[in-house]
């Protein structure tokens, strides 16, 4: 992979870069701010994907949905 070096403008752009490191496209190597997020997955020692994620919410809501009547 290359390597870049960019000059943050916008408190939108360091946005996005979070955004994309989330997705995987990218990885922030050297910067003072980090992602919470990012730091967190990487200390969680099974995963999810996003189809897991997706059926587990699925199953929450139904749960809530039978409380409701």
Not at 33 to 59: C, D, F, G, W, Y
Request: charged content about 30%; overall charge positive.
């Amino acid at each position: 992979m290359e390597t870049l070096k960019i000059e943050l403008i916008s408190q939108k752009a360091y946005k996005l870069l979070q955004d994309m490191e989330e997705l995987k496209l990218i990885r922030v190597i050297n910067g003072k701010h980090t992602s919470q997020v990012s730091q967190l997955r990487k200390r969680i020692k099974n995963p999810m994907t996003e189809q897991q994620i997706e059926t587990q919410m699925k199953a929450l809501r139904t749960e809530w949905g039978r409380d409701i009547y």
